[in-house]
């Protein structure tokens, strides 16, 4: 059984930083893709950024040079360093993995329970 597990979430002011993480577990073979999403209230879930292997593939333009989305395999672990922060980057963030395509759209098979990231002015 395949498992996502977030943490690093926290409260901050605008401009600082903070370090995702996302262990995964229940694989027998290396993850292809994986991705970072975010929830804020009131609003739909979005892409942040998605990762094939270890390289970084997409960021969403809204957080282009502030974030970075890294890997280590070894670890088991997905990454996303967030600087610069705003308000409105607070959300809750989920990590993904697994892209199949549903249909006619691409969509993520295993989701964590997500981290709260609050950012205050």
């Known amino acids: 059984e395949v498992h996502l597990v977030e943490s690093g979430g926290g409260s901050v002011q605008t401009g600082g930083s903070l370090s995702l993480s996302c262990q995964y577990s229940g694989y027998a073979v290396a993850i292809p893709t994986m991705a970072w999403f975010r929830q804020a209230p009131g609003k739909e879930r979005e892409g942040v950024a998605r990762?094939?292997?270890?390289?970084?593939?997409w960021y969403a333009d809204s957080v282009k040079k502030r974030f970075t989305v890294s890997k280590d395999s070894a670890k088991n672990t997905l990454y996303l360093q967030m600087n610069g922060l705003e308000p409105e980057d607070t959300a809750m963030y989920y990590c993904?993995?697994?892209?199949?395509?549903?249909?006619?759209?691409?969509?993520?098979?295993?989701w964590g329970q997500g981290t709260q990231v609050t950012v205050s002015s």
């Open positions: 993904a993995a697994e892209r199949e395509l549903v249909g006619s759209r691409y969509e993520f098979k295993y």
């Open positions: 990762i094939y292997g270890e390289r970084p593939t």
